[in-house]
């Protein structure tokens, strides 16, 4: 059985950081592209980064590039995301994610090419 230990969110002001992790258990993710998605109250989820199973290659969503960063340590088996500067509309619920394929070439932005881990945790961004 998988056990995921999800921690990182909380209340922040704008211009503020947080850093997420996702440590798994019970299974090992390592040959799995992994990606942060966030949800937002009345707002579909969306890939928020990706980071393929090499860890040579990555993706950002439009609103995050250049104040996010994803990263992996596969000898943890966690996974982090490192959000910078957070604005208003970053306020949602983040979980960590797998692709649904094993080693895939290439990292997908498709929300359903993603299965989500463990319960998410609540970033709310407010002044």
């Known amino acids: 059985q998988v056990q995921v230990e999800d921690t990182g969110g909380g209340l922040v002001q704008p211009g503020d950081s947080l850093r997420h992790s996702c440590a798994a258990s019970?299974?090992?993710?390592?040959?799995?592209?992994r990606a942060w998605v966030r949800q937002a109250p009345g707002k579909e989820s969306e890939i928020v980064a990706a980071?393929?199973?090499?860890?040579?290659?990555?993706y950002y969503a439009d609103s995050v590039k250049g104040r996010f960063t994803i990263s992996v340590d596969n000898a943890k088996n966690t996974v982090y995301l490192q959000m910078n500067n957070l604005k208003p509309e970053d306020t949602a619920k983040y979980y960590c994610?797998?692709?649904?394929?094993?080693?895939?070439?290439?990292?997908?932005?498709?929300?359903?090419?993603?299965?989500?881990w463990g319960q998410g945790t609540q970033v709310t961004v407010s002044s």
């Open positions: 994610a797998r692709d649904v394929v094993y080693k895939r070439s290439t990292v997908v932005a498709g929300r359903a090419e993603y299965v989500q």
């Open positions: 019970g299974a090992t993710f390592s040959s799995f592209t």
């Open positions: 980071i393929s199973w090499r860890g040579d290659s990555t």
